[in-house]
């Protein structure tokens, strides 16, 4: 196991709701990845946190948000949800000054109707 | 074309058959490259990273050729258990990693 939480397991919506996606990282991690997996695709990068402050950030609109705590725990908030939001939400931890492998939660799947 | 490009598969072999996959990326500037597994609606999990002299692990083996701008996995005497999608993953830049499309293996008895 990678010591990457993430809460809740399974969540369903209805379009225009907002929702927010919880992640811990692994203990000593101070680095947080958020993806989107697609059915049948690769993860696509959302946003990467790193000492609280947003790192970077992949082609996601503004309605997609986070956040990262002082304990390195991490929210992705998506407001107005839409049909094609239906995913796997999955956060990465890694150690920024130690290589850069990440190391994934069991993820959150986005259902929305 | 796409970032990081992959065969998606399926590639069905028999147990104890050698099995081969190609990665491809655009950014020749990509810095890290790595191979994850996922199971069926798991996540991934990291199983090598990928350096220019190549690595082994065990049964696995990965190659990166940079001039050609891919790399390779290797899986040797398949089991059954190795059925699975391999993610390929390029780091461009300090926090882009790009992740392929995924290969589906499956190891028939």
């Known amino acids: 196991e990678t010591g990457v939480t993430q809460s809740p397991t399974h969540l369903i919506k209805t379009r225009g709701q907002q929702v927010t996606l919880r992640c811990s990282s692994q203990?000593?991690?101070?680095?947080v990845s958020w993806y989107q997996q697609a059915l049948g695709q690769g993860p696509q990068f959302i946003f990467q946190?790193?000492?609280?402050?947003?790192?970077g950030r992949g082609n996601f609109p503004p309605r997609f948000s986070g956040l990262q705590f002082p304990n390195y725990s991490s929210e992705l908030n998506v407001n107005a949800l839409e049909l094609d939001d239906s995913a796997l939400y999955l956060c990465?931890?890694?150690?920024?000054?130690?290589?850069?492998?990440?190391?994934f939660g069991p993820g959150t799947r986005l259902t929305v109707l | 074309r796409k970032e990081v490009e992959q065969d998606p598969g399926p590639f069905n072999v028999p147990e104890g058959a050698t099995v081969a996959f190609n990665c491809t990326y655009s950014?020749?500037?990509?810095?890290?490259f790595f191979w994850y597994r996922q199971d069926c609606r798991k996540e991934p999990k990291l199983l090598m990273s990928?350096?220019?002299s190549g690595n082994e692990d065990g049964r696995f083996t990965a190659q990166l050729n940079r001039a050609s701008q891919y790399i390779s996995l290797l899986i040797r005497d398949s089991k059954l258990s190795d059925s699975a999608t391999y993610l390929c993953?390029?780091?461009?830049?300090?926090?882009?990693?790009?992740f392929g499309t995924g290969t589906r293996l499956k190891v028939l008895a």
């Open positions: 990928v350096y220019s």
């Open positions: 950014n020749s500037a990509s810095q890290s």
């Open positions: 993953v390029v780091r461009s830049g300090t926090y882009k990693y790009i």
């Open positions: 203990s000593g991690h101070n680095t």
């Open positions: 946190y790193y000492r609280e402050e947003e790192n």
């Open positions: 990465a931890s890694s150690l920024a000054d130690r290589g850069d492998t990440q190391y």
